[in-house]
Structure formats: structure tokens, C-alpha cells
Nanobody, 123 residues
Framework: VQLQASGGGLVQAGGSLRLSCAAS????????MGWFRQAPGKEREFVAS????????SYADSVKGRFTISRDYAKNKVHLQMNSLKSEDAAVYYC?????????????????WGQGTLVTVSS
């Protein structure tokens, strides 16, 4: 079981990035997926989640209207499109696969975690 996050980098405030998470097929088709982030000195926090069939999505209030989570079933990937980035969005972003078919804001409901990808936002 593997989750491989990518797409992080340096972006100016107001810019966009798209993060991707490649998942092994066994845990992709049936599991809810989520993105979390952790900034230096802060707790890990929920960003977004998506259900196994893409029919249900959920976002942290801080990213609503700016971030979009989606699934690519052909490539077994989950994407996080991040627009209008702010300095407070800078963090290491982690993708995770839920123990259930539906995503959640509770990190404890996720069984598998990727290695993280760093997002840096310059002002």
C-alpha cells in the first residue's frame, strides 16, 4: 500500500498549485481520500476529503472556495487544486486514505498516509 504525494513547490501569494497523490489500486477504488497539512510549529489540520465515488467532498472553512479536491480513477490519483494561495497555506501537505469509503476531517479515520509535499507561499 503506497501513497505518493507530489506537486508542491514555491508559489507567489495569489498563485495556484495542483497537488497529486498516486495511490495503489487496492486502496483507491474503495476508500475515501483526504488531504491534510502541517505548518511548522502547528498541529496537523484537515484540508479536504472526497468519498470513494467522488460524490461527496468536504473542505476546511479556511480553504473553501479556493481549493478543489478531485479523483482521477483512470490514473488512481487524487488531486488538490489550490488557487488564490495565501501565506497561511504554506505547509507540508499529506494525502491519506480513509479506513472507510467516505472521507472525514478526523485524521484518526485514515489508515494510510503519504510522505508529504512542501508548499511554500511567498508574499
Amino acid at each position: 500500500v503506497q501513497l505518493q504525494a507530489s506537486g508542491g513547490g514555491l508559489v507567489q501569494a495569489g498563485g495556484s498549485l495542483r497537488l497529486s497523490c498516486a495511490a495503489s489500486g487496492r486502496i483507491f477504488s474503495n476508500n475515501g481520500m483526504g488531504w491534510f497539512r502541517q505548518a511548522p510549529g502547528k498541529e496537523r489540520e484537515f484540508v479536504a476529503s472526497i468519498s470513494y465515488n467522488g460524490g461527496r467532498t468536504s473542505y476546511a472553512d479556511s480553504v473553501k472556495g479556493r481549493f478543489t479536491i478531485s479523483r482521477d480513477y483512470a490514473k488512481n490519483k487524487v488531486h488538490l487544486q489550490m488557487n488564490s494561495l495565501k501565506s497561511e497555506d504554506a505547509a507540508v501537505y499529506y494525502c491519506a486514505a480513509s479506513r472507510t469509503s467516505y472521507g472525514s476531517s478526523d485524521a484518526g479515520t485514515y489508515a494510510y498516509w503519504g510522505q508529504g509535499t512542501l508548499v511554500t507561499v511567498s508574499s
